[in-house]
C-alpha cells in the first residue's frame, strides 16, 4: 500500500496498470495468515523470475493474496480517487468481478491483432460492462484504407487504446484516423457507455462476417458495428438486429455512404435482418440507427405515398 501510495504521489500519475503475477500461487511462509505448507507435498520452481513455492495449501494462499490485492486496490482509490486503475495480468486472467470491483478498466487480451480483439470483447461483453473493456489496437497490414478502418474499429467496441506509432501512418491514415476516433468520443461512446448490447452473430472467425449491435431504449438510438471476413463470395449479409420496437419505424445512416440512408420498420430488421453491403475482404461499417417520432412516421409515409 505504502508503495503504490508513493508511486501515484511521487510521479504524479493519472493512470496507474498493474501486470504480472500478482496473485501468489504457493508461499511457504510462517508468519502469513494462510494455511502451511504441506513438507511432505511440495515443490519450488521458477518462472519469469520469481520463484514460486507450491503445496497443498496453494488455494488458501491464493485466497488471501487476492483478498491483499482488493486492500491495495481500495487504498488508492481512497486517497486517489481520480486515477484510473487498469487491471492487466497474463492475457486477462484477473478478468472477473472482484477485479472488476476494485478497477476502472480492464486489458482483456495479450493479443492485439482485429480479430483477437473481436474475440475477447465478444467472449468478456457477454459478463462484464462493455465500458470497461479494453482493447489494444496494434500494428497490422492494411493495404486499403477499407483494411485501416477495420484494424481501427475492432477496438472501438469498448475502451479503446491505441499502441500504434502512429508517425508511421501515410496522409490518408492520419485523416481516418481522425475521423474515426472523432466519431468514436462523440457517437460510439456515449453508446457503449449506456446502451443495450447485443451479440447479434457467431463468434467472430475472421472468414465470415461478425457484428454487435448497441441500442439505447431512453434515447431511442443505437449502431451496429459490421465486419467482413474473408469469403469472396460473401459480399453481403443480413444481421438480425435486437431490442427495437416492431411497430416503430427507424432511420439507417451507413457511415462510410456503403448503402443509401433508408428507414425501415422495426419488425423488418428483427426478422428479415438489416442488410450490409462491401466489396473488400476484412473491412467494415458503421450503421446507426435511430427511431422516428410518430410525427416523423407519418412524414416519410406521405412521402413515399
Not at 489496437?137 to 500504434?164: A, D, K, Q
Not at 456503403?258 to 475482404?281: I, P, Q, R
Request: with cysteine; charged share 30%.
Amino acid at each position: 500500500m505504502r508503495e503504490t501510495d508513493r508511486i501515484v504521489t511521487d510521479y504524479k500519475l493519472d493512470m496507474l496498470e498493474h501486470d504480472g503475477y500478482l496473485v501468489a500461487q504457493g508461499c511457504d511462509a510462517l508468519d502469513h495468515p494462510h494455511a502451511p505448507v504441506d513438507p511432505l507435498n511440495r515443490c519450488t520452481y521458477r518462472d519469469a523470475g520469481f520463484v514460486f513455492v507450491r503445496s497443498s495449501n496453494s488455494t488458501d494462499v491464493s485466497y488471501h493474496a487476492v483478498r491483499a490485492y482488493y486492500d491495495i486496490q481500495s487504498n488508492l482509490r481512497a486517497k486517489h480517487p481520480g486515477v484510473l486503475l487498469e487491471i492487466c495480468n497474463d492475457g486477462g486472467r484477473m478478468v472477473d468481478f472482484g477485479s472488476a470491483a476494485h478497477g476502472d478498466y480492464f486489458s482483456i487480451t495479450d493479443t492485439y491483432d482485429p480479430l483477437s480483439n473481436r474475440r475477447a470483447f465478444y467472449d468478456t461483453s457477454f459478463v462484464l460492462p462493455a465500458a470497461m473493456l479494453e482493447a489494444y489496437v496494434e500494428r497490422w497490414p492494411t493495404p486499403r484504407i477499407e483494411n485501416f478502418r477495420y484494424m481501427l474499429r475492432s477496438g472501438m467496441m469498448g475502451w479503446l487504446s491505441i499502441m500504434i506509432d502512429t508517425t508511421s501512418w501515410d496522409r490518408q491514415q492520419r485523416e481516418a484516423a481522425k475521423e474515426e476516433i472523432q466519431l468514436y468520443k462523440t457517437r460510439l461512446r456515449p453508446l457503449i457507455r449506456d446502451a443495450n448490447l447485443y451479440h447479434i452473430s457467431d463468434r467472430p472467425d475472421g472468414v465470415r462476417w461478425d457484428g454487435m449491435e448497441y441500442f439505447d431504449p431512453q434515447t431511442r438510438r443505437g449502431v451496429v458495428y459490421a465486419f467482413r471476413g474473408t469469403v469472396e463470395s460473401e459480399t453481403e449479409h443480413r444481421f438480425i438486429l435486437r431490442g427495437l420496437q416492431s411497430g416503430a419505424r427507424y432511420r439507417l445512416r451507413f457511415n462510410d455512404h456503403t448503402s443509401e440512408e433508408k428507414v425501415v420498420e422495426g419488425a423488418t430488421l428483427m426478422n428479415d435482418g438489416l442488410k450490409v453491403h462491401l466489396l473488400t475482404s476484412s473491412s467494415s461499417e458503421i450503421v446507426f440507427i435511430e427511431e422516428l417520432a410518430s410525427e416523423d412516421r407519418k412524414s416519410n409515409a406521405n412521402g413515399r405515398d
